[in-house]
């Protein structure tokens, strides 16, 4: 291949270039990927879905997550994929995915060598056969530490009581808070085996749980207890 040669004159003195290597990278943070189908909010009737969405141009690949029931609260990541251009040129902008009856959220970015967009995300559900779990999971019952106690120690079991419904695999959110009108989140965490373990500093704190599934219900939120931790 021919290289155009450029010619620099810097203070006097000559220096020989190719074009190639002053070539930038384009910026591509400021676009954003559009989501073709599923589109949000859709429902579909087949267990075989196809994520499809729109070039962006001067991107060299791209990033596919698909998460249940959503990214905010997800139960589990189902796909986390990168496509990037092969040798010819060619970038797709479809791939498909086989998923069971529940909700889901899936998400999008572009990038090249130097920069990327954000993510692009969009929710559907997927009813392909009469399966669909629609029951959302008990309400969790708190149990200790006990509502009002009052300790010294600094690391605090969280636990709670909650039968578990028939149908897809459920799991618990624990919310610890600073002030009674759960407005300041101190920290949130997943229990394991109903209790959840976790260091706090001396203060008072409010904690609640609630239940999700892997289909994309959830349980309404247990009582609120209080504790305080002690010099």
């Known amino acids: ?74 139960a589990q ?12 040129g060619h970038l797709p902008t479809q791939l498909q995915q086989k998923l069971i009856n529940g ?45 009002g106690s009052e300790t010294s120690n600094t690391e605090i079991e969280f636990i709670w009581n909650r039968e578990d419904v028939p149908g897809t695999a459920e799991r618990d959110s624990i919310f610890i808070w600073t002030d009674e009108a759960l407005g300041e989140l101190e920290t949130k965490g997943l229990g394991a085996n109903k209790t959840f373990s976790v260091t706090l500093p001396t203060g008072t704190y409010y904690w609640t749980v609630r239940a999700y599934d892997a289909a994309g219900n959830e349980s309404g939120p247990s009582s609120t207890f209080n504790l305080t931790i002690v010099n």
């Open 77 to 88: 990541i189902l796909m986390d994929s990168v496509i990037e251009m092969d040798t010819l």
């Open 1 to 74: 291949m021919n290289k155009r040669i450029i010619l620099i004159l810097l203070s006097g003195s000559v220096g020989l270039y190719a074009c190639e290597d002053i070539l930038e990278v384009p910026d591509i943070s400021m676009q954003t990927v559009n989501l073709l189908a599923p589109a949000n909010g859709t429902v579909l009737t087949n267990n075989t879905v196809n994520l499809n969405w729109e070039d962006v141009e001067e991107a060299r690949g791209y990033a596919v997550q698909v998460a249940t029931p959503n990214f905010q609260n997800a």
């Open 103 to 147: 909700n889901y959220e899936w998400r999008v970015k572009a990038f090249n060598s130097g920069f990327e967009t954000i993510y692009t995300s969009s929710t559907f559900q997927v009813n392909g056969d009469e399966n669909l779990d629609l029951t959302p999971p008990n309400i969790p019952q708190l149990v200790s530490p006990e509502n």
